[in-house]
């Protein structure tokens, strides 16, 4: 696939996306980047803090539990350059949790854009969106998010019987690299294709506009 006809076939799926997506007043609290870019595809404001960043294990499932505590908490710079193998990143805390600001420069523009989109989240229509090697498989932690009473999915490697959760499918081949990441990412584009992963085995927007 040529790279003008892929484009072009995004441009026409991106389009479909916001056609048939209802729900556009929706705060999204993601466990990493899918949030945004679910926000983009649809072209939605940004009503979440938690854009270009992980969070890793109980730091989300603490931030789920009790979301409006932790909006009320004023952000901390912990490091501007935190080291993981490859990766160097800023980290952030709010309160007792804290967040890997992976596409920010710096603690300081992390914390102000935490600070401005906490104030549009939209607290009558929150959705969670976790992944279990981000929660590092501790299936205590995915009965707690559930518990939590958001619309939520989870997306996992293995079969889990929770119904919030969606198992990657075996065509995509995924699998856990050193830090226990699933690679390839969800939100990359698949090889000769307009889709990105997440888009071919979970219909975003259909279960934005569900009830469920």
Not at 8 to 24: E, H, M, S
Not at 41 to 64: A, C, G, H, R, Y
Not at 117 to 139: D, E, G, P, T
Request: aromatic fraction near 12%; proline fraction near 4%.
């Amino acid at each position: 696939m040529n790279n003008l006809i892929k484009k072009l076939l995004r441009k026409a799926i991106v389009q479909k996306y916001r056609i048939l997506n209802k729900n556009k007043n929706v705060t999204i609290i993601s466990q990493n980047c899918i949030g945004g870019v679910i926000y983009s595809d649809l072209n939605l404001p940004f009503q979440s803090p938690t854009i270009n960043m992980f969070i890793e294990d109980e730091n989300f499932v603490k931030l789920v539990e009790n979301i409006e505590y932790y909006m009320s908490l004023d952000p901390d710079a912990i490091e501007d350059a935190f080291h993981e193998g490859d990766l160097v990143y800023p980290k952030i805390a709010v309160g007792d949790i804290e967040l890997c600001c992976l596409h920010y420069k710096n603690c300081n523009e992390a914390i102000n854009a935490w600070n401005r989109r906490k104030n549009r989240i939209n607290y009558n229509n929150i959705v969670v969106i976790a992944n279990s090697w981000n929660l590092h498989n501790q299936k205590e932690y995915f009965t707690r998010i559930v518990k939590a009473g958001y619309k939520t999915v989870i997306f996992t490697l293995d079969n889990n019987e929770l119904p919030e959760c969606v198992q990657l499918p075996d065509w995509g081949k995924f699998m856990l690299d050193e830090r226990g990441i699933v690679r390839p990412n969800i939100t990359d584009m698949i090889p000769n294709s307009p889709y990105l992963y997440f888009e071919k085995f979970f219909d975003f927007v259909g279960w934005l506009n569900s009830n469920g």
